[in-house]
């Protein structure tokens, strides 16, 4: 049995774009697992005089609703699914999970954002595409 990691943030939107996407690709299902992994986003804060925040400060193991959604809606259409959550640098995360897990693809949802947005802000997406040893299905935007 292949493995599949289907990354899966807090955004409504993206989640659903991930679920439409793994529907829409040919994967057999009875030869795949799908991992749905959602990473709690690492974070620091400037510490004051009296006080540091880390995200490590607020992480638990709680999988977010909108992942779980997709995740039980993925399992009702015939997908043996697995949930996973980690806490680190989303793209590194997820590129080092599908290592882990000698996965045979990653899905995920790219959305539209400028060349200097991708400079400033990053992109997890553009990242994992070009880190990950594996095959990246990238869905579509919005319908």
Excluded: C
């Excluded at 749905?36 to 992480?59: K, M």
């Excluded at 590129?95 to 045979?104: G, I, K, N, P, S």
């Amino acid at each position: 049995m292949q493995t599949v990691l289907v990354p899966i943030s807090e955004s409504e939107e993206q989640a659903r774009r991930i679920e439409r996407t793994v529907h829409e690709h040919p994967f057999d299902r009875d030869e795949i697992k799908l991992v749905i992994l959602n990473v709690f986003e690492e974070f620091e804060v400037e510490p004051a005089e009296w006080i540091s925040i880390e995200s490590a400060d607020f992480y638990d193991d709680t999988f977010p609703t909108v992942a779980a959604e997709v995740a039980a809606g993925l399992k009702d259409a015939g997908f043996e699914v697995n949930v996973r959550r980690e806490h680190g640098d989303p793209a590194g995360t997820i590129v080092d999970v599908a290592r882990e897990l000698d996965a045979t693809a990653i899905v995920m949802a790219g959305r539209k954002r400028s060349p200097v947005g991708k400079v400033l802000f990053g992109s997890v997406t553009q990242a994992v595409l070009l880190d990950a040893r594996v095959p990246v299905v990238v869905g579509t935007g919005p319908e």
